[in-house]
Each structure stands twice: as structure tokens, then as C-alpha cells.
């Protein structure tokens, strides 16, 4: 990194420091604010850096059974009921005053879920609910909370107002807060993750201090990426802005891309904590990232258990109205299942989290940028369960049941035109690249995937009935 003045920094593009951050002299702490009698006022540094996206891993190996599911409930905190004075003559008075008093909440409050999430090395704190962030500051508050730095990444698009109550929490947990301020889309590669590496190097960020990522997908697996390593393992804490990314982006975040290949370099989770505050989140039940958000869903609890499965076609037709409870219970329930998963012994389980990776990688070589993402999900999801019924795997019960899911939880199909013959080269093109044998992760009941190896004719029949029935007319 190269200076450009004595208040600029050159980070793989421009980075346009309000404050000299090269000595520890500079922090701030509590002592220092209560003697002059103000809150320390957190830094801002503005990064450009670079871009792009991907999708998902890959399966393994076959294990018999699944992992035992984590049945611990998670904890809620409820909302006290208005008590009823007289029953017999006043019960709608009463109901008036429960929906209008002091203390009632819109009918889209939810109240905080608090979930402990197993993560390959130790766990993760996950809160998921309606105005989480007001309660960022109390939750990190610690003892030894006043000499710590807090590198606090955010993407320009961050909404000012969000910005500033976040870096409020942050002060009010006593930490010296930092911004840096991506000003071009995140890039999961490896030079992104060294560009983030300088960036903690500057702030004298130590294993001791706290890294607080806010954005999307991209931002928050590369902030994984690099925090897994720097100083043995910096803590991290994750504010996704939509709730795709509060799925993929933390317990289970994309691996990192090289030279144009998607996420060929793994990404293990480790962050200590998740804030998933639905008043941030776009809850329109229409937008791409919601839709995502139950494709990934349905994706994973096809990999996770039965159990998952059947908990999510009893609030499908919830989840596709944007009902906020359901929402706040299945991103619970996926980020479990997503836990499990990434913490089996098993590695064809651990690598049942890249289910229909394939598909949709082989996909969208194929397919211009702007088909959405959910729908190509959705079509893997289509395609694996048709393959492994049409291999004697799958029922076709449970084949037309997937379906339903898919349209329970408004999930259309696609309407394209693709080659078959490109589609099985893009197929085996993304497979070859990740094992020295063609192997398809098909799903062998609800709940069960496993790796299946698939002979030419068979896949040659599917991909082709697969483009006949998307082609165009």
C-alpha cells in the first residue's frame, strides 16, 4: 500500500482516510471520553476494491445415515398480554386495547430468537428478530471492551442512518470504531482477501479486537476468509442487509474464486456472531433476495434431515406471503440445519451443503447475468430429483412432492434455451475441476443426499428432456 498523502491510502484503489490510524496513541478509550466528557467518535475510511459472485461446493462422499438432529428449541422472548378486567362485559374493550395500548407491537414485530449455531471450530451467537441492532452495543459489551479497536466494513450502499446506529452500538460497547467504506462490489478472491488483510494491518487490528462486517454475501465470506486467519483468528461479527445472505454468507459462506473458477478455495465459518434484524431486511416476498433466501432453504433441508424437510412445507405458503414469523423461524431453522451439516463427521454430509452447486454453476455459464438465482436453484432442485428417480433412488412420490414444495414456495420455473450437448460439457467441465471422477450429489429420499455416479446415456436422456421441457416456443 502506497501513501498518496498524509491522510490517503492506495488499497488495490483509492482509500481516503479521515484520521491517522498508524499508532496505538490514537485510540480512544472510555477513560479518555468520560474526561472530556464525549463518546469516542468512530473513524471513517473510504475503500475501493474489487468484485464479483459465485454459488456454491460440492459433495464427497457417501455416508448411510445422516447426523442426529440438534432438537435444543431455540429461545424467544415474548410480549406480555394486556390483562382482560372484566371478561363477561368488557371483552371488546378489552381486544381494543391490547391491539392499541402503550405496549402493543405491529403485527409484524418479531420478537429476538437467540440460537447458538455449531460452526467447525466453536459456535456461533445467532439473533434473529424485529430491531436486533438497537441491542448490538449491550450484547458486546465487555470488561476488557475499552482498548479494543473495532475494524468496521461496510458496502457504500449501507443506508446512512443504519451506519450511524451501528457504529453508535459499537462506541456504546466501548470500542475505538473504525470504518472502512467499500466504494466498488466485493470480490471473493484471493487478492481481495489480501487487500482486506492490509486494511486490518493498518488499523493494528490484533486478536484481541473485533471485526464487524455489514453487507451481502460477498462482503460477509470474504470477511470470514480473512478473519479465519489473521492473528490465529480475529472475532467477527456479521449484519447481513438481506436474508439470502444471512444463509450463505456466515455459517456456511461461499468459497473464494481464482482465475475466473467459482469457489474452487473453500470458506469455513467462524463468526461470533449473526444479527439478522428483520426491520433492516426487505421482507417483500417478490424481491430476488426472498426468493433466494427459500430456494437455499429448500435446498438445504433437502441435504439436512426429513425432519427439516417436512418443517418447511408446513410454512411454505407463509414464507412465500412474507409472513415476518415465518421468515424469522425458517432462517433459524436453516442456519441449524446448515450448522449440522458443517460440523458432521461425515464428509459426504459436510459436502452436501454445495447440493445443486453444479447445476446452477454449469447453468449460469450458459445463461445471461440477469436470470435470477432463485430460479436457478430451484431448477437444480428439479433436475437432481427427476436424475435420481429416473437412477431407481428417488420415488416419484417424493419427486411430485419437491415439485410442490417448489411451488408452494412460489418458485417458478425457468424458460430458456440451452444446448443439451453444452450443458453436459458445462456439467462435467465444473465437476472435473473439483474431482478426477464425475459424481452428482442426487438426492436418495427427503432429507438424504448423497454423491451418485451417473453413467453417459443416463445423464445425456435428462439433460436433453430437461432443455426440451425450458426451451422457448
Keep these: 500500500m502506497s501513501a498518496t498523502g498524509p491522510d490517503t491510502h492506495d488499497l488495490d484503489g483509492i482509500v481516503d482516510s479521515d484520521a491517522d490510524l498508524d499508532s496505538d496513541e490514537d485510540r480512544v478509550t472510555p477513560a479518555d471520553a468520560m474526561a472530556s466528557g464525549q463518546a469516542p467518535a468512530p473513524a471513517t475510511v473510504d475503500v475501493a476494491m474489487d468484485a464479483g459472485s459465485v454459488e456454491g461446493g460440492s459433495a464427497d462422499s457417501d455416508a448411510d445415515s445422516n447426523a442426529d438432529l440438534d432438537d435444543n428449541a431455540h429461545a424467544g422472548v415474548g410480549m406480555d398480554a394486556h390483562p382482560d378486567a372484566d371478561a363477561d362485559m368488557n371483552a371488546d374493550a378489552s381486544a381494543d386495547d391490547e391491539a392499541t395500548g402503550p405496549d402493543a407491537q405491529p403485527s409484524d414485530f418479531v420478537a429476538p430468537i437467540r440460537q447458538w449455531i455449531s460452526l467447525p471450530k466453536g459456535s456461533c451467537d445467532v439473533r434473529v428478530g424485529t430491531g436486533i441492532a438497537d441491542s448490538i452495543g449491550e450484547i458486546l459489551r465487555g470488561p476488557s471492551a475499552g482498548r479494543r479497536v473495532c475494524a468496521l466494513f461496510v458496502e457504500q450502499d449501507v443506508d446512512a442512518a443504519l451506519l450511524e446506529l451501528v457504529q453508535r452500538q459499537l462506541c456504546d460497547a466501548g470500542f475505538n470504531v473504525q470504518t472502512v467504506t467499500l466504494h466498488e462490489a466485493v470480490q471473493r478472491t484471493p487478492e481481495a482477501v489480501v487487500s482486506f488483510f492490509h486494511e486490518l494491518a493498518r488499523l493494528h487490528v490484533t486478536i484481541d479486537d473485533l471485526v464487524c462486517a455489514v453487507g451481502h454475501v460477498n462482503l460477509l465470506s470474504l470477511a470470514t476468509s480473512a ?247
Design 227 to 473: 478473519c479465519n486467519s489473521w492473528c490465529s483468528g480475529v472475532s467477527l461479527t456479521c449484519i447481513p442487509l438481506d436474508s439470502a445472505s444471512a444463509l450463505e454468507g456466515v455459517i456456511s459462506p461461499r468459497g473464494l474464486d481464482i482465475d475466473g473458477k467459482s469457489e474452487l478455495i473453500d470458506v469455513r465459518g467462524c463468526a461470533k456472531h449473526l444479527f439478522v434484524d428483520l426491520s433492516i431486511i426487505n421482507c417483500d416476498p417478490q424481491v430476488e433476495s426472498s426468493r433466494l433466501m427459500r430456494a437455499l432453504a429448500a435446498r438445504i433441508a433437502m441435504a439436512d434431515a426429513e425432519k427439516s424437510y417436512s418443517a418447511l412445507w408446513d410454512r411454505a405458503q407463509e414464507l412465500a406471503s412474507g409472513d415476518t414469523h415465518a421468515i424469522a423461524d425458517q432462517l433459524v431453522e436453516t442456519l441449524r440445519s446448515s450448522g449440522r451439516l458443517a460440523t458432521s463427521t461425515s464428509i459426504g454430509l459436510r459436502q452436501a451443503l454445495g447440493f445443486g452447486g453444479t447445476f446452477v454453476r454449469a447453468l449460469q455459464a450458459l445463461l445471461p447475468d440477469d436470470v435470477p438465482e432463485s430460479t436457478l436453484v430451484a431448477e437444480a432442485l428439479r433436475f437432481t430429483t427427476r436424475l435420481s428417480c429416473g437412477k431407481g433412488e428417488l420415488s416419484v412420490e417424493d419427486v411430485l412432492m419437491s415439485d410442490e414444495l417448489l411451488e408452494r414456495l412460489d418458485l417458478p420455473q425457468l424458460t430458456c434455451h440451452v444446448d443439451p450437448d453444452l450443458m453436459i460439457r458445462a456439467l462435467k467441465e465444473d465437476r472435473f475441476l473439483r474431482s478426477s471422477r464425475f459424481l452428482l450429489g442426487l438426492p436418495r429420499s427427503l432429507g438424504r443426499v448423497r454423491l451418485s455416479t451417473i453413467d453417459d446415456e443416463l445423464l445425456a436422456e435428462h439433460v436433453c428432456a430437461w432443455c426440451a421441457s425450458r426451451d422457448q416456443k
